[in-house]
T-cell receptor, first 116, second 114 residues
Framework: ETGVTQSPTHLIKTRGQQVTLRCSSQSGHNTVSWYQQALGQGPQFIFQYYREEENGRGNFPPRFSGLQFPNYSSELNVNALELDDSALYLC???????????????FGPGTRLTVL | AQSVTQPDIHITVSEGASLELRCNYSYGATPYLFWYVQSPGQGLQLLLKYFSGDTLVQGIKGFEAEFKRSQSSFNLRKPSVHWSDAAEYFCAVGAPGNNRKLIWGLGTSLAVNP
């Protein structure tokens, strides 16, 4: 059992709005990564947080931002939503010194975001 | 740049039959290699991973994968498929040293006939 939860399960927004997605990692997991998975695609790495600091970023614009909190929860914020932001957003937590790929990532079930 | 190709978008097998899902990667050296499974409404689950050493890797749920450097491949196999194996399977590649980013394939959807 992974113990990674995400909320909400589904969300509908309109273009131009802002959205906050939440993730609760397993206790002791000091690294969280966020991914965007468009329909029919594999996940794409958005960014990673380690001990509340951004620790790496994929090819996503600054309107995608995040926060990680001491209680192992985290947020993904997206401003100025665009239609192409419609996707499944996944968070994954892991433990380890610096969140390297040698640490197993445990994924949450995702939040399905629809932008109209 | 790294890339991952899963040539088969969709595969259908009969229950009890053997399975092989293909994965080819592009990378200048030996990358970190992963296979994940995604079932509807559930998060991605790691099946197995390869970093170095023995090129035949055993995973969970009876899956195994073999790293072939000469073919830049990391194919996933299972000798006898169960109906519960129906899901989406993703191959992913990571670069040692760039230890934050995974590059994912587009996935292979597996259907299992009774």
């Amino acid at each position: 059992e992974t113990g990674v939860t995400q909320s909400p399960t589904h969300l509908i927004k309109t273009r131009g709005q802002q959205v906050t997605l939440r993730c609760s990692s397993q206790s002791g997991h000091n690294t969280v990564s966020w991914y965007q998975q468009a329909l029919g695609q594999g996940p794409q790495f958005i960014f990673q947080y380690y001990r509340e600091e951004e620790n790496g970023r994929g090819n996503f614009p600054p309107r995608f931002s995040g926060l990680q909190f001491p209680n192992y929860s985290s947020e993904l914020n997206v401003n100025a939503l665009e239609l192409d932001d419609s996707a499944l957003y996944l968070c994954a937590s892991s433990t380890g010194l610096a969140g390297g790929l040698t640490d197993t990532q445990y994924f949450g079930p995702g939040t399905r975001l629809t932008v109209l | 740049a790294q890339s991952v190709t899963q040539p088969d978008i969709h595969i259908t097998v009969s229950e009890g039959a053997s399975l092989e899902l293909r994965c080819n990667y592009s990378y200048g050296a030996t990358p970190y290699l992963f296979w994940y499974v995604q079932s509807p409404g559930q998060g991605l689950q790691l099946l197995l991973k390869y970093f170095s050493g023995d090129t035949l890797v055993q995973g969970i749920k009876g899956f195994e994968a073999e790293f072939k450097r000469s073919q830049s491949s990391f194919n996933l196999r299972k000798p006898s498929v169960h109906w519960s194996d129906a899901a989406e399977y993703f191959c992913a590649v990571g670069a040692p040293g760039n230890n934050r980013k995974l590059i994912w394939g587009l996935g292979t959807s597996l259907a299992v006939n009774p």
